[in-house]
């Protein structure tokens, strides 16, 4: 099946800087790489996702690229707040015997310093 | 309504009990997901209800039963439960799993947080 491997686990940056959290798949197959934050006590949400249509995708602060030929996504959020500090997974999908399955990355702790 | 509600947020059960986790969404979703969630890990899926059937079961323990009762509802019914089981559980939902633009986009809950003593 999909294996998602996310770097950094851990991820320290000062209010206002930016922070760049990169995953990497192994299924060719999988067409939709999804970002979800996990704030502390909370679900995880939904902030930003592509498909593999698409090499780019910007909503205000949060940006996501894709390079299909490399397997690889990355999550980009410029001018930090410390609302950003959260949990961050990445996951990707893909259609056929695995309808239906999200394989996440195991998680990035972002901590955003004021 | 944009929202997955679960009930209760905690619970706090023995290992000899009954008792279930609900969830209840009203976006016209046509999937439902429950993870389970370990501290300081990603959501591991558990089971998935396309059309209130059961699409998916991740060779879950049998002391784990999900219910579909209608289009709005998802249960997880708890019995017998070991310490093990304690866990943050999620709840979730799509339009459905496959079909469309949005088709698999999950909305997840806040969660039921469970303890096993």
């Known amino acids: 099946g999909e294996n998602v491997e996310q770097h950094p686990s851990t991820l320290s940056v000062q209010e206002g800087d930016s922070a760049v959290i990169k995953c990497t798949y192994s299924?060719?197959?999988?067409?939709?790489f999804p970002w979800y934050k996990q704030e502390l006590g909370k679900g995880p949400q939904l902030i930003i996702d592509?498909?593999?249509?698409?090499g780019e995708k910007k909503d205000q602060r949060i940006a996501v690229t894709l390079n299909k030929t490399a397997k690889h996504f990355s999550l980009h959020i410029t001018e930090t707040q410390p609302e950003d500090s959260a949990v961050y997974f990445c996951?990707?999908?893909?259609?056929?015997?695995?309808?239906?399955?999200?394989?996440f990355g195991r998680g990035t702790q972002l901590t955003v310093w004021p | 309504d944009t929202e997955v509600t679960q009930t209760p947020k905690h619970l706090v059960m023995g290992m000899t009990n009954k008792k279930s986790l609900k969830c209840e969404q009203h976006?016209?979703?046509?999937?439902m997901y429950w993870y389970k969630q370990k501290a300081k890990k990603p959501p591991e899926l558990m089971f998935v209800?396309?059309?209130?059937?059961?699409?998916i079961n991740e060779s879950v323990p049998s002391r784990f039963s999900p219910e579909c009762p209608n289009s709005s509802l998802l249960n997880l019914h708890l019995h017998a439960l070991q310490p093990e089981d304690s866990a943050l559980y999620l709840c979730?939902?799509?339009?459905?799993?496959?079909?469309?633009?949005?088709?698999?986009?999950?909305?997840f809950g806040a969660g039921s947080r469970l303890t096993v003593l």
């Open positions: 209800y396309s059309y209130e059937k059961l699409s």
């Open positions: 996951a990707a999908s893909t259609g056929g015997s695995t309808l239906g399955r999200l394989y």
């Open positions: 976006m016209g979703h046509r999937a």
């Open positions: 299924d060719s197959a999988s067409n939709y």
């Open positions: 979730a939902s799509s339009p459905r799993l496959a079909g469309g633009s949005g088709a698999n986009v999950l909305t």
């Open positions: 592509i498909r593999s249509n698409v």
